[in-house]
Each structure stands twice: as structure tokens, then as C-alpha cells.
């Protein structure tokens, strides 16, 4: 690929979907587009950079921002992050939410679906605690082919081996051929939607907890300081935030702090508390 194709391609992910791709990562372009080259007859790498070029075909457009992104997820991931979620959050939301009796989660890029239905899991092994609650997982991604594949809850053996108790898999899945489905009632808690971190989100609402796990880190700098600034507009003021292991909001946003003694949760910093509260 020659630096003006790579420049180009480079340009249209950045806009698109916020994935930042260095020059060092140039060889991801073509391993990942040469499958949608395919798909679309083109006669090779060189036939789809000039299709892209021309820009006509929003279709392909949106094969190509897709073929780009990393899907990867797992149920449990990293398991701390809901271990929190069970011995912190949930007791938080209990005490605080116990007029309402409504709680609002956002997977905001859910990929496949494992972080949404862990979560539905977790509630639903809570559920004695909540009975009356209104809880809703609102699960969204840029992807519309991996949101179809979430909302089926399909998973190979490969899929429910990482992470996820066998006890779960037992209790809540169902085996279909050599692969396992999620049981329609945890599909139900979850609410799949397309969205795009870098548009507005305030149609979403507000929310008591955030998971946005392991995709600040594709954006650049400025992209995730950009992201970060609309998730802590729309959490609630004692919210929150779940980041990635590999992500930190240090020196990206002054609007978040990290929960004392607890890695990957954020809060939201006072004076933000005190905008909200008016
Ligand atoms: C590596 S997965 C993370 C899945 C899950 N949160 C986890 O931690 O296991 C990253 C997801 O981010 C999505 N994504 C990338 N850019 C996005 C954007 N601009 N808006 C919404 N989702 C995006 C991708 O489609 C992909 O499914």
C-alpha cells in the first residue's frame, strides 16, 4: 500500500469510528480490508482503495470502518471489574436508588455482547435484592453486523470457555448444535442499539453506571478526552464509570477521578457533581 492510500484510509477510520491507526499499523489495512476487497469483487487491495477514494458507496464504507475495528470480548472480562460491580456498585445503587427503584446501565461498545450479559447475569443472580427494580442494560456499538450477532447470543465453545463460571454457562445457556445460546429471558434484560461514541449521546438518557470498556484505547488523545467529556454528561452524579485495564482518564479528562483504593472505576470529580446538582 503506498503512504497516500494509507493516508486516506487512515483519514476516513479516524473520522468514522475514531480508530487511530499509526503508520507502524499499516499492515492491519490490508490483512483486514483484503477479506472485504473480496467480498465486494474487487480485483484486489489497489480496486478497493480507489472505490474508497471515490467515497460513493456508503455501504462499503461501513464494511471497511467495521473490518477495521477490534471485536474481541469475553464474558467476565478481567473479573475484578464485576466482582466491584457486585460488592460495590449494586450495594451503592440499592441504598441510593431505593426511592426510585430504578437502575440505568450503558455498555458503550458491547461488541458480541459478553459485557451487556455478564451484567444481566450478575443482576439475575441478584434478583431476590431487586425484585420491584427497574433495571435496564442499554448495550450499543458502532458495529451493526456485531450488534446482530449479540442480539442472538450465539456463542461457540471457544466463546463460553473464557471467563465465563460453569455454573453460568450451565444455568443460563442452552446448547444448540456446537454451540451455546444465551436463555432468552437474560437476552430480554439487554436493550441493543447502534450508536457511535463520537456522536451526541443525550438521546441515550442518563446513566448510573457506564462500562466503556477496552475502546478509548484506538482513539487518539483528543478523541478520547472528546468521549470521556460526554460520558460524564451523562452519568448521574454519583455514577459509575468502568474504563478498560489498559485505559485511564490521567491526563485525557479533569472531569473524572479513579475511586480510591479501586482500579478502572471513575467517579465523577465534585465540581461536576456540583454543575449537575445545579
Ligand atoms: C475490543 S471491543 C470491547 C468490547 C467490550 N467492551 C469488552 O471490553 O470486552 C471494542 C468495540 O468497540 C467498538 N467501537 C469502535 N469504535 C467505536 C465507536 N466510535 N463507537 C462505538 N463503538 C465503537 C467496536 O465495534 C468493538 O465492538
Redesign the pocket.
Known amino acids: 500500500m503506498n503512504v497516500t492510500d494509507f493516508e486516506m484510509i487512515a483519514q476516513l477510520l479516524k473520522t468514522r469510528?475514531?480508530?487511530a491507526l499509526s503508520k507502524d499499523k499499516a499492515y492491519l489495512i490490508e490483512s483486514r480490508l483484503n477479506p472485504v476487497a473480496r467480498k465486494w469483487n474487487f480485483a484486489g487491495f489497489d480496486e478497493l482503495a480507489q472505490a474508497i477514494r471515490a467515497g460513493k458507496d456508503e455501504a462499503l464504507l461501513v464494511d471497511v470502518t467495521?473490518a477495521m475495528?477490534?471485536?474481541?470480548?469475553?464474558f467476565f472480562?478481567d473479573q475484578k471489574p464485576f466482582d466491584q460491580f457486585n460488592e460495590l456498585v449494586l450495594p451503592h445503587m440499592l441504598e441510593h436508588r431505593a426511592a426510585k427503584k430504578t437502575i440505568r446501565i450503558w455498555?458503550?461498545?458491547?461488541?458480541s455482547g459478553?459485557?451487556p450479559y455478564t451484567l444481566a447475569m450478575l443482576l439475575k443472580e441478584n434478583a431476590s435484592k431487586l425484585a420491584g427494580w427497574k433495571v435496564e442494560i442499554v448495550a450499543?456499538?458502532?458495529?451493526q453486523e456485531?450488534l446482530d450477532k449479540a442480539k442472538e447470543g450465539l456463542y461457540s465453545q471457544f466463546e463460553v470457555q473464557r471467563g465465563l463460571p460453569i455454573n453460568l454457562l450451565v444455568k443460563y445457556f442452552k446448547q444448540t448444535g456446537d454451540r451455546w445460546q444465551i436463555d432468552a429471558e437474560i437476552r430480554k434484560m439487554v436493550k441493543f442499539q447502534q450508536?457511535?461514541?463520537?456522536t451526541n449521546p443525550s438521546a441515550l438518557g442518563r446513566f448510573d453506571v457506564v462500562?466503556c470498556?477496552?475502546?478509548l484505547i484506538?482513539f487518539d488523545p483528543p478523541t478520547k478526552t472528546e468521549v470521556l467529556g460526554k460520558l460524564a454528561d451523562l452519568l448521574a452524579d454519583d455514577g459509575f464509570l468502568y474504563l478498560?485495564g489498559a485505559e485511564t482518564v490521567l491526563g485525557m479528562s479533569d472531569r473524572f477521578q479513579l475511586m480510591p483504593g479501586q482500579r478502572g472505576i471513575y467517579r465523577l470529580m465534585s465540581e461536576d457533581k456540583a454543575k449537575a446538582t445545579g
Do not use: H, K, M, P
Not at 69 to 74: D, G, I, K
Open positions: 469510528s475514531g480508530l467495521e475495528t477490534t471485536n474481541e470480548s469475553f472480562r455498555s458503550a461498545a458491547c461488541s459478553q459485557e450499543t456499538d458502532l458495529s456485531i450508536f457511535n461514541l463520537l462500562f470498556r477496552n475502546v484506538y478498560g
